[in-house]
């Protein structure tokens, strides 16, 4: 979402290149921040796109820092139409997480292409980084850390920290052995307090807070969350550090794994890029199943509606009250899948302890259903002797009865369905966020109406 700066000099930007006003925008283009003009690109034209890339391209660090900063189909759509050898500069800018993540993108054929055009340095590390699966700590890890050995002086770590100006964090200070695993950690802060004669393993921190190379991301942001990392390092398996995750890549994975959840919540499960700017074509093919399922469910609540044909006819109302129940039994069950689901993601929850979940959504349900019910008899009660809603066929306090019990109950069903389903996702690993779409307002559905017309057809016929 742009704001008041960032549409005020997207309207710049649109005005001179309409304008051909090249100096006027390249006097734009030189006060603007890199993440400013990263976002700005997004709601550009192809051909305007074009144009401001035409007239940065020759300040690599700039640029570099721009693509790093843009949607990553936005970057590729961009580099693609250049050179290999302008596409290894560029990518020799940025770190090697951030070059990995955008040469995985392309085509099998240019990526070799561009590695080939690399330093060996850079290239090495790039293609260490696309060795490892996507998502992982390995593929979003910096290779770049400042390490030192247990018997090295305080005096002497100063020395190399100013020696070693390009290593990508100097927070923390990594101890490592001469096998090259993690002993331990110190900080800045502790360098700068004690004796310049003080060896690194008197004041270091033995016990080190890591992640695997082959941890899911999300294992990483929620690691760097809990304990206020400003980096964590990353260890193979016998304890050889790798490199470290810092916490602006934490912050990007945070925001993009919320988005999927979100995108899965709704039904739009697929790739971020794909549904946010991929074509009407693409968003067809990854919403159309989930509207299927919606759809097949609605076909069945209607065969369960005919299935109950005679007690309508006998009460017409019941029918009226069809929206009330399925809606309050929709929202409670979302309502409960969604709290599940985040507690699970943010392991609030722990999926093996059911009853404790369970019993605690069953009591909401319980609390809410009777206060729904209880005013939905209640209001029915009064339309009916009343008079402003018309019916001779039964009696007005057992038909109000029979309704607020019919969503009293849909309510506590939907309440199992939204809680359990979940958790039973998550324990025969499929994603549980999947969960709040359409699969179980479906569901929910389907035995929402069951449970009303099978309460009406008990009590009323």
């Keep these: 979402m742009l704001g008041n700066k960032s549409r005020l000099l997207l309207q710049s930007i649109k005005t001179f290149v309409a304008r051909s006003s090249d100096q006027k925008l390249v006097k734009v283009l030189d006060k603007i921040h890199p993440a400013d003009l990263a976002l700005i690109l997004g709601h550009l034209k192809r051909s305007e796109v074009d144009k401001v890339f035409s007239l940065i391209k020759d300040n690599l660090e700039f640029t570099a820092e721009v693509l790093k900063e843009a949607q990553p189909d936005v970057s590729v759509e961009i580099l693609e139409n250049l050179s290999p050898k302008v596409i290894s500069l560029l990518l020799q800018e940025m770190y090697s997480d951030d070059a990995a993540q955008i040469l995985d993108r392309f085509p099998d054929e240019l990526r070799e292409a561009v590695l080939k055009e690399m330093e060996d340095i850079e290239q090495q590390e790039v293609e260490e980084r696309l060795d490892y699966q996507e998502e992982t700590a390995g593929r979003i890890m910096v290779p770049d850390f400042f390490a030192l050995h247990p018997e090295t002086t305080v005096k002497e770590a100063i020395k190399a920290l100013q020696k070693n100006k390009d290593v990508e964090i100097f927070y923390y200070i990594y101890v490592v052995s001469d096998e090259g695993r993690l002993v331990g950690v110190a900080s800045l802060r502790q360098l700068l307090l004690v004796s310049p004669d003080t060896l690194i393993r008197d004041i270091m921190e033995p016990e080190v807070i890591t992640i695997n190379t082959d941890a899911d991301q999300e294992d990483v942001a929620r690691k760097v969350a809990r304990y206020n990392l400003i980096a964590i390092p990353v260890v193979d398996d016998v304890g050889r550090m790798q490199g470290i995750v810092t916490v602006d890549d934490v912050i990007d994975i945070i925001k993009e794994e919320a988005t999927e959840d ?93 009853w404790s979940v369970i019993s605690r959504e069953l009591r909401v349900a319980l609390s809410l259903g009777i206060l729904y019910g209880a005013l939905l008899t209640l209001a029915v009660f009064l339309l009916l002797k009343t008079g402003i809603i018309a019916q001779s066929e039964v009696h007005e306090t057992k038909l109000a009865l029979v309704i607020g019990l019919g969503v009293f109950s849909s309510m506590m069903v939907a309440a199992v369905i939204g809680t359990l389903c979940p958790i039973i996702l998550d324990r025969i690993h499929i994603d549980p966020a999947i969960a709040t779409g359409p699969l179980v307002t479906t569901s929910i559905d389907v035995f929402g109406i069951l449970v009303y017309f099978t309460i009406a057809s008990w009590l009323l016929l």
Excluded: C
Excluded at 285 to 291: F, G, N, V, Y
């Design 262 to 354: 979100m995108l899965k919540m709704a039904g739009a499960h697929g790739d971020v890029d794909s549904v946010q700017s991929g074509s009407i074509l693409a968003n067809v093919k990854i919403r159309w199943p989930w509207l299927l399922a919606s759809w097949f469910g609605g076909m069945f609540a209607f065969y369960i509606t005919g299935q109950f044909e005679s007690a309508l006819e006998k009460v017409v109302i019941l029918a009226g009250f069809i929206p009330i129940v399925m809606g309050m039994g929709g929202n409670i069950g979302t309502q409960s899948s969604i709290l599940v689901v985040r507690g699970l993601a943010t392991r609030l929850i722990d999926p093996h302890d059911l």
